[in-house]
C-alpha cells in the first residue's frame, strides 16, 4: 500500500515496535468501577483493576464489559484482512489457527475477542474488540505461513487494520 493510498490517520508499524494506546477510547472504562463489577451479557467480572473470568460473587454492581459494549455497537478496535491463493486453499486451517489464539487470550483476557468473520470479494475479514489480538493473529499467522504482514495503526481511533496475504 502506498502513502497515497492509505487511509487518512494511519501510520504503517514495524512489526517490532509497540502499540501505544495513547488515544481517548470511549469504549474503555472511565474511572475506576466499584468492586465487583459483573458483565451482565458475558459474565466477566471486574475484580483487583481488570476484568478476569471469576465465579460471578453475590451483590455484585452491573455494567458492560468495553469488549460487549463493542460488540453492542458492531465497532471493532481491530481489522484482520487475509487474502491470496494459499489462503484461499488453506482458509479452514487459518480460521481455525485464528479461532484457537482468540480462545488463548481470551481465557487470560476477556476483553479480547473476535467479533466477526466475513467474507468479502478480496478475501476475508476479521473484526476484533481489542488491536491486540489483531495483532497477534498477524503474527501468529506470519510466523506460521510467513507472507505478507502489513500493520497500519490509527492512534487517533485507537484502530489497527492488519493486512496478511500468501
Known amino acids: 500500500m502506498t502513502k497515497q493510498s492509505q487511509p487518512a490517520g494511519f501510520h504503517p508499524i514495524r512489526r517490532d515496535q509497540r502499540l501505544l494506546e ?3 477510547d470511549s469504549y474503555k472504562t472511565k474511572g475506576k468501577l466499584r468492586e465487583p463489577t459483573v458483565c451482565p451479557d458475558c459474565g ?3 475484580h ?4 478476569q473470568w471469576l465465579a460471578k460473587p453475590k451483590d455484585a454492581h452491573q455494567t458492560s464489559c468495553p469488549a460487549c459494549h463493542r460488540l453492542r455497537d458492531h465497532f471493532p478496535a481491530g481489522y484482520v484482512s487475509l487474502a491470496g491463493e494459499f489462503f484461499a486453499t488453506h482458509e479452514q486451517e487459518i480460521l481455525h489457527l485464528m479461532q484457537h489464539l482468540e480462545a488463548k487470550e481470551k481465557a487470560e483476557h476477556p476483553l479480547q475477542r473476535i467479533m466477526a468473520i466475513e ?6 475479514v476479521v473484526t476484533t474488540t481489542d488491536i491486540h489480538l489483531a495483532r497477534g493473529i498477524g503474527e501468529a499467522l506470519h510466523h506460521a505461513y510467513q507472507g505478507e504482514l ?3 495503526h490509527n492512534p487517533e481511533q ?3 487494520r492488519v493486512n496478511w496475504s500468501r
Open 158 to 160: 485507537n484502530l489497527l
Open 119 to 124: 467474507k468479502t470479494e478480496h478475501g476475508t
Open 150 to 152: 502489513e500493520f497500519h
Open 44 to 46: 466477566a467480572v471486574f
Open 48 to 51: 483487583a483493576g481488570r476484568w
Open 22 to 24: 495513547t488515544a481517548m
